[in-house]
């Protein structure tokens, strides 16, 4: 992913006085593993304050006091990681830099304006982890070009790169096979059924169903079937399932009423 980064405003520091301390936070126990030997990697510049695996333990962790920049996967386990992000910025007072397998353009916004100043992609290479960690513990943003053009256009004199991310997502689309577009058309038309009867729908078994299902959020960056339904739904990789068609001469309640059994009064 090409990235580039803005001074916002505060000077750059040229000779760091301690390391930047960095706070871990995903739910994945080989993630942060990982991150860890990554942070090691910029060692004496670089230090772990500590590690949270949920939002509730990330707002209330101790170590938050003693941290410069946060590392926020948006997938944690106990809520929405977003929903940490407020608290993270104003009243705990720390840079956080989002993680993400998400290629959602939206939910990175969502992050920005609740107060993110970098976003990196899981499939990024790891250099780009530590140059956003370090760009945004300077003051500066780190952002994919095509998502800055979003947030900043318009501003005089602003050049972003532009593409990355939609090359990114273009990309992960190809690489889907026949089979598994068209599991994910069955899983949006149909929603919040019971993995057997998509799979009976399909022709397969349940656990051929799951391991679709497995390597098709994997290859999206997706997590279970609601997110995987609205991003099929937003990138056009899928049908939203048609409205239920009304009989002549029943009302228009029909539709939602038509779910139960029996006859309309």
């Not at 405003?9 to 301390?21: E, H, K, L």
């Not at 790891?126 to 070009?145: C, H, K, P, S, Y």
């Amino acid at each position: 992913m090409n990235s580039i980064d803005i001074n916002i405003g505060t000077s750059r520091v040229q000779a760091a006085a301690r390391p930047i301390r960095v706070l871990l936070a995903d739910d994945h126990g080989v993630m942060l593993w990982g991150l860890r030997q990554l942070i090691a990697s910029a060692g004496p510049s670089m230090v772990i304050s500590g590690t949270a695996a949920t939002c509730n333990e990330l707002v209330t962790h101790a170590a938050l006091a003693q941290t410069d920049v946060v590392l926020l996967d948006l997938s944690l386990r106990d809520a929405n990681a977003l929903d940490c992000l407020p608290k993270l910025v104003s009243e705990a007072g720390v840079k956080v830099v989002v993680l993400t397998g998400e290629l959602n353009p939206a939910r990175h916004r969502d992050a920005v304006m609740r107060g993110a100043r970098g976003i990196v992609l899981k499939s990024d290479p790891t250099e780009n982890v530590l140059r956003a960690i370090e760009r945004v513990n300077a003051g500066e943003v780190w952002l994919d070009g095509s998502l800055m053009s979003i947030l900043l256009g318009g501003i005089p004199g602003l050049e972003c790169k532009r593409g990355s991310l939609a090359d990114e997502i273009a990309r992960r689309h190809q690489s889907l096979t026949a089979k598994e577009r068209e599991v994910i058309q069955a899983m949006v038309q149909h929603r919040g059924a019971k993995g057997l009867v998509v799979a009976d729908a399909l022709g397969m078994s349940a656990h051929t169903l799951r391991n679709h299902l497995t390597v098709i959020y994997s290859k999206l960056g997706v997590q279970g079937k609601l997110n995987l339904y609205a991003y099929a739904i937003e990138q056009g990789l899928a049908q939203p399932p048609a409205a239920p068609m009304r009989p002549a001469g029943l009302p228009s309640a029909w539709g939602a009423l038509g779910t139960f059994s029996g006859s309309p009064a």
